[in-house]
T-cell receptor, first 114, second 114 residues
């Protein structure tokens, strides 16, 4: 069971570079989301999707883009990386958006922006 | 503003000792409540959740949590910790008026002394 797969696990970027963090799930989950985790803070929601073709902003969407062309994939794009985007990024998925649907998390992508 | 507070950044307990991790939330109505665990280098795993009913909920790995409405608390407990419990623990709430988006505490890192 692959679950939620995030790639890459580690990445170092220079300021201004762009990149895409990949997230794929094989559980046929409708709801997917991206969080960032920073020291001393809880996870903060960046973007989420309730199904293919539907995305919406979370708490901290600036500087990030997402798309959901398939149920399985939910990539997160950094358009022009900034040092403030240095963080650990987690992708999560669940059957639905309701609280009774437990979220399944990937192992994270550790991103450093120089 | 809605918030989740985990007052202890680190907690150190001896193996075999009991454990209590604190979580308080700030919200007018009773939200949905969750505890997640994050082992080093991994994503988050749901330990337990509270929606309604019995205020003492049982979770996986021998954990339990008690919801106390009067104290706006949802503390996590375990009678006897094992070295494998060393991890970071996150409390999260899903207010009913926020489309069930999770609001996360900053986490408590549990260190186990041999």
């Amino acid at each position: 069971n692959a679950g939620v797969t995030q790639t890459p696990k580690f990445q170092v970027l220079k300021t201004g570079q762009s990149m895409t963090l990949q997230c794929a799930q094989d559980m046929n989950h409708e709801y997917m989301s991206w969080y960032r985790q920073d020291p001393g803070m809880g996870l903060r929601l960046i973007h989420y999707s309730v199904g293919a073709g539907i995305t919406d902003q979370g708490e901290v969407p600036n500087g990030y883009n997402v798309s959901r062309s398939t149920t399985e994939d939910f990539p997160l794009r950094l358009l022009s990386a900034a040092p403030s985007q240095t963080s650990v990024y987690f992708c999560a998925s669940s059957y639905g958006a309701g609280p009774n649907q437990p979220q399944h998390f990937g192992d994270g992508t550790r991103l450093s922006i120089l | 503003a809605q918030s989740v507070t985990q007052p202890d950044i680190h907690i150190t307990v001896s193996e075999g000792a009991s454990l209590e991790l604190r979580c308080n939330y700030s919200y007018g109505a009773t939200p949905y409540l969750f505890w997640y665990v994050q082992s080093p280098g991994q994503g988050l795993q749901l330990l337990l959740k509270y929606f309604s009913g019995d205020t003492l909920v049982q979770g996986i790995k021998g954990f339990e949590a008690e919801f106390k409405r009067s104290q706006s608390s949802f503390n996590l407990r375990k009678p006897s910790v094992h070295w494998s419990d060393a991890a970071e623990y996150f409390c999260a709430v899903a207010p009913m008026d926020s489309n069930y988006q999770l609001i996360w505490g900053a986490g408590t890192k549990l260190i186990i002394k041999p």
